[in-house]
């Protein structure tokens, strides 16, 4: 038996010598070479899972969290906004303090302020400007020649009480029509919006105080 094994291992040692050949000049081996042949292809070959594809683009928001508990303080700040032509500009902002607390009210509009600390909101303050509940948003693209006048032209102002929330760390301006957002200085730079006439230096400093 012992010596039939070894018959048979001598006989594929001859089999696989049959194969083998002297080292060529570039390979550093001595001896023989002899031609081996492993176990090629891909994952899937072995039976792997595919790997899913990693997610590029980022999360959409796609909706806007419920109103919070209204606020409730005293101390607030009264801005300005003014609507010409589709945008939006702070004209003014000054600090209020009343007697009793103010609860932010809850009311209907386009537009928001949205008092934000991280991921938490603080609160909301809805308006609207006079004359622009009844407009739908400007189109993208040029007016058709049989659309209606707008009753909304010329500058609309619309003047807002926000409290002056000590917790907020950053503050925007919504428009829910067109789901555009806008930073809002927090806290804000108090006084009026200069006016830059047509002779006057666009980058001197404005002579205004900022909240305390």
Request: hydrophobic residues 40%; contains cysteine; neutral net charge.
């Amino acid at each position: 038996m012992r010596r039939t094994l070894i018959l048979a291992f001598g006989a594929g040692v001859l089999l696989h010598c049959t194969a083998a050949r002297p080292p060529a000049p570039n390979e550093a081996t001595p001896g023989l070479v002899f031609p081996a042949h492993f176990a090629e292809g891909e994952e899937q070959d072995a039976g792997a899972k595919p790997q899913e594809p990693l997610l590029t683009e980022p999360a959409k928001r796609t909706s806007s969290p419920p109103d919070p508990e209204p606020l409730r303080q005293a101390e607030q700040y009264e801005y300005t906004f003014a609507y010409e032509e589709g945008n939006v500009s702070v004209l003014g902002v000054r600090a209020q303090k009343f007697r009793e607390p103010v609860v932010t009210a809850r009311k209907m509009g386009r537009f928001a302020v949205e008092l934000w600390v991280g991921t938490e909101l603080i609160d909301r303050v809805r308006f609207d400007f006079p004359l622009l509940a009844a407009e739908d948003p400007p189109p993208k693209k040029r007016r058709p020649l049989n659309d209606p006048p707008s009753m909304a032209g010329g500058v609309l102002k619309s003047t807002v009480l926000v409290p002056a929330s000590w917790r907020a760390r950053r503050v925007v301006l919504v428009d829910r029509a067109t789901n555009a957002e806008t930073e809002l200085e927090w806290p804000p730079r108090l006084g009026t919006a200069p006016a830059t006439s047509p002779g006057a230096d666009a980058g001197a400093p404005a002579a205004s105080t900022r909240a305390p």
